[in-house]
């Protein structure tokens, strides 16, 4: 059995592999070589026994059966009947003078086969026909694991702020209404918008769109679709955007860099509830609701003349804001945790034990990137194995032995999000210290830090040394020993 043309482009289907049972037989030499060029993995077996042994132990993506063997073993078919419907495709291998075995196969579900002796040609088609298939199962399994770990629609946070905006999505999601969400980028936008379509009860899907497309001519085609003329006359459809979204929401991002053509063209959407794909000659009724977001400011644009103001106008039925993280705070209690919790399960890795330094850090940082900036900080930090302080300080190349003084308000602490409580490692002050007490031991720490020279200590404090000599007389005049009775 030689190698074709079509065989020598055959991709290495090399992750998936193949058991072939057949008797003894001159041809299966050929068979194997082929198979051998393919896959990685090629088992032979030439009994029922040795089948059912080898897929007890291994997983095949294929099996490819001589219908011979039914004869001698009928048991066979009932079985490989079940593998199919279960974990392998099966391929019949069939001799001219074998067709009564290969319908009996049919009524088993066994459709596929090819003509023993195998031509390499056609077994090349089929075998990439089957693996094609198991290739798209893969990415679509891969798919809907990424999409279900970038697009959760579950909104945490109990700040004020954020209640309300959960009362807004409950209030605006059952309308058809345009929304327009407005907020900073990260804030969670599109959380707010797969939110309000959850609870909208509409029944097609959600459709997210970036309108940071370039041409004007793209983001045409991409929403509204396109009719193409081939050159044998046929017309091909081409399904934009909104026909996907026919009967569901659209959310179009970062809708202020839609180009004024497409304005034009969504606002005659908007009004007519109609879309003309490029190149159709009529124009198809459509249910869509539309969700649009911006980080910017869009009476800004439209007074500058970059955005109309009668789109504006239509898609700003109902509108929602979003604060930034640093004005709602309080949904770091709820949000590391959760965030920490969800990488941890898609990362496969253990929940980290972070001590107060860490849980300050967070709280206290303004967060410019808002929710998915604390989101990253948390992966990078389950991933390299580092608590948030130590992140910190290889970020912006603070040398370890820094002393790193931090005050923890543990009524105010973020609680950890394991199960047991945490033994929280106490690295600050406790909440009873006065100010007094914990600049006396502060400095006192520093002054140790650099071995009692106080001049370094004072260049670290950015004080002058006259003052740290004052504050030790102070302290030496008032016999403030308190310091250390906690
Ligand atoms: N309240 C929240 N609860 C849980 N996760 C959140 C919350 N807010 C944001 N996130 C998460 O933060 C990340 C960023 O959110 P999202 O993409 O919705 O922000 P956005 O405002 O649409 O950003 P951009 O303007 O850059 O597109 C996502 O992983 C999202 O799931």
């Not at 099996?63 to 419907?85: C, I, K, M, R, Y």
């Not at 009564?100 to 026909?129: S, Y």
């Not at 105010?412 to 394991?418: A, G, T």
Request: proline share 5%; aromatic share 8%; net charge negative.
């Amino acid at each position: 059995m030689s190698l074709g043309t079509e065989t020598k482009h055959l991709p290495l289907y090399h992750a998936f592999s193949v058991l072939v049972i057949h008797g003894e037989s001159d041809e299966l030499g050929g068979l194997l070589r082929t198979l051998d060029t393919w896959f990685t993995t090629v088992d032979c077996a030439e009994t029922c026994l040795q089948a059912r042994k080898q897929a007890h132990q291994n997983h095949y993506d294929l099996v490819l059966v001589d219908v011979g063997l039914f004869t001698s073993e009928p048991s066979l078919l009932e079985e490989l009947s079940h593998w199919h419907q279960n974990r392998s495709d099966v391929l019949l291998l069939v001799h001219q003078n074998e067709l009564d075995l290969a319908i009996a196969a049919f009524r088993h579900g066994l459709f596929d086969f090819v003509l023993n002796p195998v031509h390499p040609e056609q077994m090349a088609h089929t075998v990439r026909r089957f693996m094609d298939k198991r290739l798209k199962e893969r990415r679509l399994c891969a798919l809907q694991r990424d999409f279900s770990r970038h697009s959760s629609t579950q909104m945490i946070g109990q700040s004020e702020k954020t209640k309300l905006l959960r009362q807004h999505i409950e209030q605006y999601a059952p309308s058809k209404a345009s929304v327009m969400i407005e907020g900073q980028p990260g804030t969670g936008k599109e959380l707010i918008a797969r939110e309000l379509h959850e609870h909208s009860h509409r029944i097609g899907p959600f459709v997210p769109f970036s309108c940071t497309k370039s041409s004007p001519e793209t983001i045409e085609k991409d929403l509204f679709g396109e009719v193409i003329t081939l050159e044998n006359g046929s017309r091909k459809f081409n399904e934009g955007v909104f026909k996907v979204a026919n009967g569901g929401t659209i959310y179009l991002d970062e809708v202020a860099h839609l180009p004024m053509r497409i304005q034009e063209l969504l606002l005659s959407m908007l009004e007519e509830r109609t879309i003309k794909p490029v190149g159709a000659k009529y124009e198809f009724p459509i249910d869509v609701r539309v969700i649009a977001a911006t980080n910017q400011n869009l009476n800004v644009l439209v007074q500058q003349g970059k955005f109309r103001s009668d789109l504006l106008y239509r898609l700003s039925v109902l509108k929602i804001e979003v604060a930034p993280l640093k004005e709602r705070k309080t949904d770091l209690k709820e949000l590391v945790p959760f965030l920490a919790n969800r990488l941890c399960h898609d990362l496969c890795l253990p929940l980290p034990r972070w001590t107060d330094e860490d849980i300050a850090i967070i709280r206290d940082y303004e967060w410019p990137g808002n929710v998915r900036e604390l989101r990253n900080l948390i992966e990078n930090c389950i991933l390299l194995g580092k608590s948030p302080s130590e992140y910190w300080r290889n970020r912006n190349h603070i040398n370890s032995g820094t002393p790193i003084t931090v005050t923890v308000s543990h009524g105010n602490q973020i609680p950890y999000y394991d199960e047991k409580p945490a033994q929280v490692k106490q690295e600050g002050y406790p909440n009873s210290w006065t100010l007094r007490k914990v600049e006396r031991c502060h400095i006192e720490q520093v002054v140790l830090f650099h071995d009692g020279n106080k001049s370094a200590a004072a260049r670290a404090l950015a004080v002058s040394r006259k003052t740290l000599e004052r504050k030790y007389k102070e302290w030496d005049s008032s016999d403030d020993d308190s310091r250390y009775t906690e």
